[in-house]
Every structure is written in C-alpha cells, then in structure tokens.
C-alpha cells in the first residue's frame, strides 16, 4: 500500500548528496538521550559532512544545516570532518554524508534545545529487502543547505 | 595630585586628633601622632598575619608549625591573600602620609656611604644633616613600597590560577618568595632597629612622643627644626611630621 | 580513599622521613595503552565515571567525538581524538587515552606545599588526599601533562587515582576491565614493558609504522601509564601528548634548593642582630646636646 511519503528522490531534482545513517557507540536506539551518561559522552545530533562540501557551503563545525529528501527534512549541527572522502562516480565528485540515528522526538537535553524533533529514518525511503524486510537505511539522495 | 594627597592627609589627621589624645610631657617632642601610629600598627598587624601565613605555605619545614595558627592548611591558604590585601591597602596609606618626610636627597646618599659608622656605632651623635628619618629608614620604606608591587604582580595570578595560567604561576612563585624573603630581613632588622638597639624609640610609636636628648642623638636636624634652633650653613628647609 | 595493602613512599609538603619507605617489597604497577588498537568506544570513561560514581556534567557540541576539550574533576579519563593526514596522503584517525600518567617523579607531588595533600605508593600510583588539599593549584602547574583538575565549590584537585582502591584489593583498574579491544591492560611495569617493546616491535616490522614506539617519558623517571605509538617522534599528534615533559623548575631547583637556603640566611638576621646588639650595644640618647656646627662625626664624647 502506497502513502505519500512513497516519492524517491532523484539527481536532476537536486538531490545530489549520498546520505548514509549509522549508529555511534556512545548511544544505542533512541532511549540513550534520555540517560544523562550517554548524552554526556554526546550531547547532540549532528551531520558528519566532508570537508571539502563544508567549504563549498560556506559552513563551519557546530553550524545548523538542514537535510532534505524527497520525503522530509532533518536539521542538526554539522561535524566537519576529513575521514569522509568525495568520491569521483562516473567521472563526477559526489559527496557522502551522514547522520546518526539515536535522536528524535524528545530527550532530556530537549529544553534547552539540543534534540532533533524528527529521527532520521524519515529521511529514509520505506525501501526493504524483498526476502528479508530489512529496511534500506544506507544509501538514498538528499539535499544539505544552511538552516 | 600631591595637593590632594596633602589635602587627604591633613584632613584625616585632623579628624583623629579630634577623637585621640597624645600626651606631650615637659621636655618631650611630638614625633607621631595618632593618625600615623594607628596606620603603622595596623599595617603591621596585617604585615605580620601575611608573614605568617604565607611562611607556613613557603616550605614544608614551616608548614606544620605555622598552619595551626590559622586554623589548618586550607585556612591558611584562604586567608593569606585576604591578609595581604588589607596589609596593601592600609601601606598605601601609610605611603601617602609620609611620602615628604621619606623622600630621598643627597644627604641620605652620604649616610649610606658611611653606614659602616652607624653598624659599628662609631659616634654618639647621628650627622647633624639626618632629619625626620634617616636613609636607613627611607630604604626600608621604598623596598616595601617595591616589594608590595611585586606581591601584588605574583600574588594575584597565583590567588587565581585557573584565569592566569601554569606560567604566570611559576614565575610568581619565585618572585613572591624574593620579596618575601627581603622583606623578612628588614623586618627582623626593623624591630630590632626600633626596640633594643636604639632605647627610646619603641615609645615614640605607642605614646607618640620622645624624649629632647633622643631627637638630638638621632634626627639632629627634625630636632633644630621641631624646637626653632639656628640650624648650620647646610641647613635645608622640609616639613617633617 | 581506602588503600588496601598500599604503602606510602612519598608525600608532599612533607619534613621528615615516610614511614613507608623501603619497608615492604612491591612490585610497580603500570597501565599498557596500545593507541593503535583503539577504537574510541569510550567503555573506559563510562566505567571510570561509574566506578567512581562521578556526578554527570553537562556538554557541548565541538566539531569532535571527544567528549570534552580536556579532564575535569569529575571526568578523569577522556580519549582525545585527531584526524591527522599522514604524508603519503593516507587519513589516521588517532584516539589517545588522557588521563594521569602517574610519573615516578610527579610534577604534582613535588609542587604541593601541603603536608599529605598528594603521595605516592611502593606500587607507583600517585594518589590525592583531599582531606589535606588546600586548594592552591600549585599541581596544576607542578604537571606536565596538565591532569589536576580544580573544583571551585569544594576548592580541592581531583584525577584519576589508577583505581588506587582496586588495585589496593587486588582488582585491576576499572577502564582495563571494561575495554572490549584488550587494547588496555593492567600489570607490573616490567610485564608491561616488554608487552609494549613486543607490539612496538610487530607495528615497525609487519604494519609499517617505522617509527613506531613506546612512550615512558625518562624526563620525568618514567611512568606508570605506557603508551604504544604509531608513531613515537610525534607524540604531539595525540591529543597533545608532550614529546619532553618537563617539571617546571619553580618545583625542582628552586623549592630544593633555593627555598631553605633563602629562608636560612633570611633567619640569619635574628640571630645577626642579637650579636650586634652584644657587642655593639644599643645607642643611648645623649645627656648633652650636639655643637651644630660639628664635622660629622665628631663629637668629642668619649664612648
């Protein structure tokens, strides 16, 4: 059954940044934000970005970005970081970003501000393995500007 | 600024001599009054809790004997900057009260040159040219003076740490402890200076007064000047209090 | 702090002899920290904090994983990260354990004026007394890996204690249980070494890190805490490990040696005085009065 959040985003629609989510190993699933142990170890969401793309933005460490599929939007403070590299596909520099998952609704570090109101996995497409149901979280396009 | 300097002065002499009594028997000069006695002792108080204190932090030999004193090791360490500033801020004072009388000319140059005469008390008299102090006094005056700006250079930063930084510390750490270390020389020497060596002059700074043959043997020229005698040829004029 | 079977060696702002002092055998304990192994888990701050059942702080966002800029009184192991490009163009993304390294001649102990505040055990771990902390922060400066931490509310320093409490019952230190890697381990500093020079050694020869090494700083005796480097002419890179550590030498040359002798010769006046006063004698007020017109210096009166 089809909803409208079924739409797949594509290149010339300007969704040309890989984006992947991943898990850290200071929080686990979406009920570490509410332990204060965890969220001291890493308070807030972020979006690990290249380098090279944060200078192409215009953007530097702790600024808020905003992430867009053809499905909905994500906005956290961006990890510039080098150990993500552009990859050359097709003889074109596309990017890779990504972006924790563990944030999302509320947290105790809510109130000053320092949560995701949405999770990510809206980010995601309702895309699953046919055998398995394993959802397809790794690998879809998105669009990144200043928030 | 010396105008308002004087003008501070006065007026604060003033106001204690309304409320205090100096008593002035026959034959007796007056050489402090209360203002100046009050500011002294009260400097010393503080200059001593500081000593104490800040000895009992100095080396680990003292720590056990002087930390008692205060109330413990952490006590010591929270009052001795507090004891410090009290002391400063009350010398500033005294320093405004007896800039004139401290201030250094070529006759104190003299006295220096010869201070083999006075250590070995080689005459009765002091040279007739010695006025209100004697360049011995106004040398211990302007090392406080030196010394207290270089407590206050390396005692800030090592009161607060965390805002100065591990350098400014262990620079201030050996700054601190040379004025100390000075500034404990002339004290000995200053009390020795004021009670035993010379008799006569410990009372000058309780009751305010000493006796005429005091001032003759030791301030010749504050005695001509505080009694209107004809002073000699090389006679300067200069207020002494 | 209970201490088990610990015996103390040294103590700070200390005159006298320390009745722990060569009276008992003890082998030295040392903390292995393998730097390439690490995965920056940070299981061994959770188990310090939890062990010690630290109060949590609050943080913020910085462009990094790490935790924290630097330790804090209630944060005494922290990994430090840094993204480092290597010459050949390849990325290393270094993680370094922070924490006390437990020198054999700490820095802390011999800047400390308080009597107890800072000791040493025949094991090696440097340990606070907090009971005896005066809050000067003299440690703070005295270390060369900058680790004393001060707390304004309580006015004391706090750092990793090398589970001093642990180890005292036998136990190794939190963080070595709780690392996933075995990249962290916990024996005597002789074991310890030769793990390290066994590692150094496989990193230069099989994984090509040349430079590969151990770092236990001679500068400052050694340390109870080793590390095994990619690369050990740039310790620098690893969050700001220092390459030389030095005590600096307000705590060294001049406490030893400059501070007593000062006060001695200070002192010196008192006794000075006494024996100008003695043979001297006091100057007398004169019966007569001075001729105003004679020379300095001479009176005339017979002594």
Not at chain 1, 29 to 52: G, R
Not at chain 2, 112 to 139: C, H, I, S, T
Not at chain 3, 104 to 122: F, H, K, N, S
Request: aromatic residues 12%; contains cysteine.
């Amino acid at each position: 059954m089809k909803t409208e959040l079924d739409k797949y985003g594509s290149i010339d629609e300007g969704y040309a940044v890989v984006c992947t989510t991943y898990r850290l190993t200071e929080h686990y699933h979406f009920w570490t934000k509410h332990n204060p142990m965890n969220v001291q170890l890493v308070p807030e969401p972020f979006i690990e970005i290249p380098v090279e793309l944060a200078d192409e933005l215009g953007v530097k460490g702790g600024e808020r970005l905003k992430v867009s599929s053809a499905r909905a939007s994500y906005v956290a403070k961006a990890m510039v970081t080098r150990r993500i590299k552009p990859m050359l596909i097709d003889g074109k520099k596309t990017y890779q970003i990504g972006i924790p998952i563990h944030w999302g609704y509320r947290g105790i570090a809510e109130e000053e501000g320092r949560t995701a109101l949405d999770p990510v996995n809206l980010l995601s497409p309702t895309v699953i393995d046919p055998n398995a149901f394993t959802p397809e979280y790794k690998g879809f396009l998105v669009k990144i500007e200043r928030a | 600024m010396t105008n308002l300097v004087e003008r501070f002065d006065e007026a604060a002499r003033a106001r204690f001599g309304e409320h205090t009594r100096t008593v002035i028997h026959e034959g007796d000069l007056l050489r402090h009054p209360a203002y100046t006695r009050f500011l002294h002792w009260s400097v010393a108080a503080f200059f001593v809790l500081a000593l104490l204190s800040g000895f009992a932090i100095y080396t680990p030999w003292l720590y056990r004997w002087l930390t008692p004193l205060f109330g413990g090791g952490p006590m010591t360490r929270l009052l001795h900057p507090w004891f410090s500033l009290g002391f400063v801020v009350l010398f500033l004072v005294q320093v405004l009260n007896w800039l004139e009388p401290m201030s250094w000319n070529r006759d104190d140059g003299r006295w220096m040159r010869n201070l083999r005469r006075y250590v070995g008390n080689v005459e009765e008299f002091e040279p007739e040219y010695v006025d209100f102090f004697n360049a011995g006094q106004k040398v211990y005056f302007w090392a406080i003076i030196v010394s207290a700006v270089i407590f206050l250079i390396s005692g800030i930063p090592m009161w607060f740490p965390e805002t100065f930084g591990r350098v400014m510390v262990a620079v201030g750490y050996v700054l601190h402890d040379l004025a100390a270390l000075v500034m404990l020389v002339g004290f000995i020497v200053h009390v020795y200076e004021g009670t035993a060596s010379q008799p006569g002059t410990l009372r000058s700074m309780t009751r305010g007064t000493v006796e005429k043959q005091w001032a003759w043997t030791h301030h010749p020229r504050w005695f001509r000047r505080a009694t209107g005698l004809p002073g000699t040829n090389e006679n300067r004029a200069g207020k002494g209090r | 702090m209970p201490t088990g079977t610990l015996q103390i060696k040294l103590i700070s702002g200390h005159s006298g002899s320390v009745p722990g002092r060569g009276v008992q055998r003890e082998e030295e304990v040392c903390k292995y920290v393998d730097v390439t192994t690490c995965i920056g888990c940070k299981a061994c701050e959770v188990a310090c904090v939890e062990w010690n059942d630290m109060p949590f702080g609050q943080t913020t966002f910085d462009n990094t994983y790490q935790t924290m800029p630097s330790t804090a009184w209630n944060y005494w192991n922290l990994i430090k990260f840094n993204e480092h490009h290597r010459e050949d163009g390849t990325l290393q993304w270094l993680m370094r354990k922070d924490q006390c390294m437990h020198c054999e001649d700490p820095g802390c102990l011999r800047a400390c004026p308080a009597d107890g505040a800072i000791v040493q055990y025949t094991n090696g771990i440097v340990d606070f007394q907090q009971e005896n902390c005066i809050g000067c922060q003299y440690c703070v400066t005295g270390c060369p890996f900058d680790i004393p931490k001060f707390n304004g509310a309580t006015k004391k320093v706090y750092k990793c204690t090398l589970c001093s409490d642990r180890v005292g019952q036998g136990l190794e230190p939190a963080c070595i249980k709780s690392c996933p890697t075995g990249c962290l381990k916990f024996g005597t500093k002789a074991d310890m070494r030769a793990l390290a020079e066994t590692r150094a050694r496989q990193l230069r020869e099989h994984s090509g890190f040349p430079n590969a090494g151990v770092y236990d700083p001679p500068s400052v005796g050694g340390t109870h805490v080793i590390y095994v480097l990619h690369d050990l002419t740039k310790p620098e890179l690893y969050g700001g490990l220092p390459a030389n550590p030095q005590i600096p030498a307000s705590f060294t040359v001049w406490k030893r040696f400059a501070k007593p002798i000062g006060l001695m010769l200070g002192l010196l006046a008192a006794p000075v005085a006494f024996l100008h006063f003695i043979t001297q004698g006091p100057r007398e007020p004169q019966p007569q009065m001075p001729d105003p017109d004679r020379k300095a210096g001479a009176s005339g009166v017979p002594r």
